[in-house]
């Protein structure tokens, strides 16, 4: 079966860095584009970041444009989400989804989400 498994979530100071990392297993992972989201309580599930299949090409919400960095190593089916200067807004639960679309922002995979706190 297809897992993803998020890691790398905590507490952290404002201003502070935290490095996440989602690990792929049952799937070809490099077939597959490769994305981030978030969902502070009470709010939607927002978009963050995003990488292409070989991680050619890299997209970022403007609110972490600057700030974070994804990334992925297909030779370890992980991919990685570094973000620095973390403030009290970035407070959420991190999600790695896996795309195997084409033509659309569809996810088929998602993992079980990390806790990232950013106290002020």
């Known amino acids: 079966q297809v897992q993803l498994v998020e890691s790398g979530g905590g507490l952290v100071q404002a201003g502070g860095s935290l490095r996440l990392s989602c690990a792929a297993s049952?799937?070809?992972?490099?077939?597959?584009?490769m994305g981030w989201f978030r969902q502070a309580p009470g709010k939607e599930r927002e978009f963050v970041a995003a990488?292409?299949?070989?991680?050619?090409?890299?997209y970022y919400s403007d609110s972490v444009k600057g700030r974070f960095t994804i990334s992925r190593d297909n030779t370890k089916n992980t991919m990685y989400l570094q973000m620095n200067s973390l403030k009290p807004e970035d407070t959420a639960v991190y999600y790695c989804?896996?795309?195997?679309?084409?033509?659309?922002?569809?996810?088929?995979?998602w993992g079980q989400g990390t806790q990232v706190t950013v106290s002020s």
């Open positions: 989804a896996a795309s195997f679309s084409r033509v659309g922002p569809k996810y088929d995979y």
């Open positions: 049952g799937l070809t992972f490099s077939n597959y584009r």
């Open positions: 990488i292409t299949r070989l991680g050619l090409d890299r």
